[in-house]
């Protein structure tokens, strides 16, 4: 199967390899590359079309390779996190910083900001949204990060929100998870300070001690094929010296080192999986190492180019 590969960078926009991460060349033709790339999106039903979040609104690259800007209300925003409903890739949402969500049903041509409310201030100045998941057992709810604003949640495609914050003790979120475990809600919060789950739709949120020198987490994503598989970035802090991607078996319960295969110079930041194919992987650290696994994320290599600072990876078939 042939496959397309993507590193979103800060500083020389958005990259891309046909040959599975060995060489790479500047995606996202006819596009001045010299910008921030914080979020990447595709979607099984519409082939070839790749979305970017940037410092400079939205991007969209067609099959074709060729790219464009998006008009949107985050044109003078960084899109920190953009996501595409399962069931529709035209339904877009976008998060910003400073923190604003927004929603597009019509693939684009038109916008509106939903009513999610974030506090004014935090530790870094305004909050901003750091990712943005749909919700695998309710079409019309959906689960929102934010950094440093906690996790909230919405059942009505976004017109009505809860904030969901009891028990964390540093309200900074990287990232979520949403698991079926045996046929109820789990999630899963990675945060400046460790690991949260809950198990009660958000509404507590318990600790995680993990088995590391450093509980400073950053992103987790269940592998595609959904076999209980997940992994977690950690390391030292952002963008970090040292890291190592863990790995579990038993959606979350327990984690061990998936042995990236030489030490790593930042924390590891993010993980690209398909349901095209579960058993090819990407991993990043903050700093510009990339990784692959062809074998569902048992063996690692480490792949020859580094690319500066990466923010977000993907990959989808050709």
């Given at each position: 199967?042939a496959?397309?590969?993507?590193?979103g960078?800060?500083?020389w926009g958005?990259?891309?390899s046909?040959?599975l991460?060995?060489?790479?060349?500047?995606?996202?033709?006819?596009?001045?590359v010299e910008?921030r790339?914080?979020s990447?999106?595709?979607?099984?039903?519409?082939?070839?079309?790749?979305?970017a979040?940037?410092?400079r609104?939205?991007?969209?690259?067609g099959?074709?390779g060729?790219a464009?800007?998006v008009h949107s209300?985050?044109d003078d925003m960084?899109?920190?996190?953009?996501?595409q409903?399962p069931?529709?890739?035209?339904?877009?949402l976008?998060?910003t910083n400073?923190g604003h969500?927004?929603r597009?049903?019509?693939?684009?041509?038109?916008?509106?900001?939903?009513?999610v409310e974030?506090v004014?201030?935090?530790?870094?100045?305004?909050?901003?949204?750091?990712?943005?998941?749909?919700?695998?057992f309710d079409a019309d709810a959906?689960?929102?990060?934010?950094?440093?604003?906690?996790?909230?949640?919405?059942?009505?495609?976004?017109?009505t929100?809860r904030?969901?914050e009891?028990?964390f003790?540093?309200p900074?979120?990287?990232?979520?998870?949403?698991?079926?475990l045996?046929?109820a809600?789990k999630?899963?919060a990675?945060?400046a300070v460790g690991?949260y789950?809950?198990?009660?739709?958000?509404?507590t949120?318990q600790?995680?001690?993990?088995?590391?020198p450093?509980?400073y987490?950053?992103?987790?994503k269940?592998?595609?094929d959904?076999?209980?598989?997940?992994?977690?970035?950690?390391?030292?802090?952002p963008?970090?010296s040292?890291?190592?991607?863990?790995?579990?078996r038993?959606w979350g319960?327990?984690?061990e080192?998936?042995?990236?295969?030489?030490p790593?110079?930042?924390?590891?930041w993010t993980?690209?999986?398909?349901v095209?194919?579960p058993?090819?992987?990407?991993t990043c650290t903050?700093l510009g190492?990339m990784?692959r696994?062809t074998?569902?994320?048992e063996?690692w290599?480490?792949l020859?180019?580094?690319?500066g600072?990466?923010?977000?990876?993907?990959?989808h078939?050709?």
């Amino acid at each position: 199967m042939a496959t397309k590969v993507y590193a979103g960078t800060v500083g020389w926009g958005v990259w891309g390899s046909d040959d599975l991460g060995e060489t790479w060349e500047f995606a996202f033709r006819g596009l001045n590359v010299e910008c921030r790339i914080w979020s990447l999106s595709t979607h099984a039903d519409d082939p070839g079309v790749v979305w970017a979040g940037s410092d400079r609104g939205i991007l969209c690259q067609g099959p074709d390779g060729q790219a464009k800007r998006v008009h949107s209300p985050a044109d003078d925003m960084q899109v920190w996190a953009f996501s595409q409903a399962p069931q529709d890739p035209k339904v877009l949402l976008i998060g910003t910083n400073p923190g604003h969500l927004f929603r597009s049903d019509d693939g684009g041509a038109s916008w509106r900001e939903l009513p999610v409310e974030l506090v004014d201030e935090c530790p870094i100045g305004k909050p901003r949204i750091t990712r943005i998941r749909f919700d695998p057992f309710d079409a019309d709810a959906f689960w929102v990060s934010a950094e440093i604003d906690a996790v909230h949640h919405t059942t009505d495609g976004g017109a009505t929100w809860r904030r969901c914050e009891d028990g964390f003790k540093f309200p900074d979120i990287h990232d979520i998870a949403i698991v079926d475990l045996d046929g109820a809600r789990k999630l899963l919060a990675a945060t400046a300070v460790g690991l949260y789950q809950s198990t009660d739709d958000g509404r507590t949120w318990q600790w995680n001690r993990l088995d590391s020198p450093w509980q400073y987490t950053r992103g987790i994503k269940p592998r595609a094929d959904l076999d209980g598989t997940v992994f977690l970035c950690n390391g030292d802090g952002p963008p970090g010296s040292r890291g190592r991607l863990l790995r579990s078996r038993d959606w979350g319960q327990t984690w061990e080192d998936a042995e990236l295969p030489q030490p790593t110079n930042s924390t590891p930041w993010t993980v690209a999986t398909n349901v095209a194919d579960p058993n090819l992987l990407f991993t990043c650290t903050n700093l510009g190492q990339m990784f692959r696994s062809t074998d569902g994320g048992e063996e690692w290599v480490k792949l020859p180019r580094e690319l500066g600072e990466i923010r977000t990876m993907l990959w989808h078939p050709c």
